[in-house]
């Protein structure tokens, strides 16, 4: 196992727990029955992109095409198709970031059972939509707090007021059993085209339920398969928790990954995930951000932010050798269209091709326009300019936003500010202001 980043935790610690039964390799075929009629069976489609890049084999598991455009619908199916009459009777609850609640939302309608589902406010309002639309009468959508762990506290306090059935997002046997069917697939899917199972298997992590469903089944029927768990880089809790030996609550979270932002993961994810060989990285919301574009633009491919989790992972994160046979889930396609302009923005500020800067301008007619002809370089571009204030007669700072056409063209418009006669201060990921700029 390699960890590449752990982030700061919260310092309580939690009161041990008992052992955990572990889910099998049968389980998950079990649970692959279960679903055969009710799951898309998602492509398995090459990806000329990425196979020409890593001069490989790389194939992406299509689950945003999934009924729910994520594979998220396997495990909330497989959980409630599990209850008795009793149990239904009583309806489920669940809290969830957006995905887990469209494939609750589904199985609730297809089964006929009464659900009420917690988001929090950072939900995208096209998740919503699509819950309330997949859900039909059958199922209630609450908003409530600013993360998931805020939503979660809210769904276990009605589970245990009304005796409704918690359904997790990624905590439970059965959930995990329902998302490991992806593999399953993706082997079959191989073996129907005269192919072994993959070398490297890559797998978005937020908490954990489909990378341990994916090891639960794949480590004991295809051993030699090279899983990487890919979690978003201010989200890591999966590799937090692998650090200290059990779940723990990271301190900071970056919620952009939405699908994927989960401040603790599962006793049971944990659990599964520690008993298997497994590689984790983490990989940077810029970076994340890059590679959405890159799908949308070349591939056709809408993904959210946690969809595009894996396939951002190959942009150096994950080891591939040449000719190796690759599979990459894109996990999700509820993208809020509205997000994009912070995506490109992200995506920009990540390449180094988006630099913020305070430039003292003097207050004297023609100022702005020598900064134009005397900085600014044949193809760089103005994207943002506003005076902060006036702090004298003489001098007026003013925040200034330049594009450039490649990073490699930083030094030369910071050799051309340092010789203009205004004075500047480059804005940097560590200063306060720089977070109201993303």
Not at 127 to 132: G, H, S, V, W
Not at 208 to 236: D, K
């Amino acid at each position: 196992m390699s960890i590449d980043a752990v982030p700061s935790l919260e310092s309580a610690r939690e009161p041990e727990r008992e052992p955990i039964a572990l889910p099998t390799a049968a389980d998950v075929e079990d649970a692959a029955a279960r679903l055969a009629k009710v799951v898309t069976r998602t492509p398995l489609a090459t990806n000329s992109r990425w196979s020409a890049e890593l001069d490989a084999h790389v194939r992406v598991k299509r689950e945003d095409l999934q009924a729910v455009r994520s594979y998220k619908l396997r495990g909330a199916y497989n959980l409630v198709a599990q209850l008795d009459a009793e149990q239904r009777g009583h309806g489920v609850v669940t809290a969830s970031a957006g995905n887990h609640a469209q494939g609750l939302a589904y199985a609730c309608a297809a089964l006929r059972v009464r659900g009420r589902i917690y988001v929090p406010r950072t939900t995208p309002r096209q998740k919503r939509d699509r819950i309330a639309a997949l859900g039909q009468e059958f199922v209630e959508t609450i908003v409530l707090g600013d993360t998931y762990d805020d939503a979660a506290a809210a769904a276990a306090q009605d589970a245990a007021r009304t005796g409704a059935t918690m359904v997790p997002a990624f905590d439970d046997v059965r959930t995990v059993c329902g998302q490991g069917t992806v593999a399953v697939e993706v082997v079959e899917q191989l073996a129907a085209l005269g192919e072994i199972p993959p070398d490297v298997l890559v797998v978005p992590v937020g908490g954990g339920g489909l990378l341990a469903g994916v090891l639960t089944w794949v480590r004991e029927r295809h051993p030699h398969v090279r899983v990487v768990g890919v979690e978003p880089a201010g989200a890591s809790s999966m590799a937090a928790a692998l650090a200290a030996g059990r779940p723990v609550r990271l301190g900071d979270l970056d919620t952009f990954v939405d699908g994927a932002s989960v401040r603790r993961v599962g006793d049971v994810t944990h659990a599964v995930v520690e008993q298997h060989p497994v590689e984790l990285v983490a990989v940077p919301e810029g970076a994340i951000c890059v590679e959405m574009l890159a799908m949308y633009q070349t591939d056709g491919i809408i993904a959210e932010p946690a969809g595009a989790l894996a396939t951002a992972a190959l942009a150096g994160y994950v080891r591939v050798e040449p000719g190796q046979s690759v599979v990459a889930i894109v996990s999700g396609g509820n993208n809020d269209i509205s997000r994009y302009a912070e995506i490109i923005e992200r995506a920009l500020v990540h390449e180094g091709r988006k630099h913020y800067f305070l430039v003292e301008f003097p207050q004297e007619p023609g100022a702005l326009r020598r900064f134009l002809d005397e900085v600014l370089g044949p193809d760089d571009d103005i994207t943002l300019f506003e005076y902060v204030k006036r702090s004298n007669r003489e001098f007026g700072p003013a925040l200034v936003g330049i594009e450039i056409p490649t990073k490699e063209d930083l030094p030369g418009l910071l050799a051309r500010m340092d010789a203009a006669p205004p004075t500047f201060d480059k804005i940097t990921a560590d200063d306060p202001l720089y977070r109201y700029l993303l």
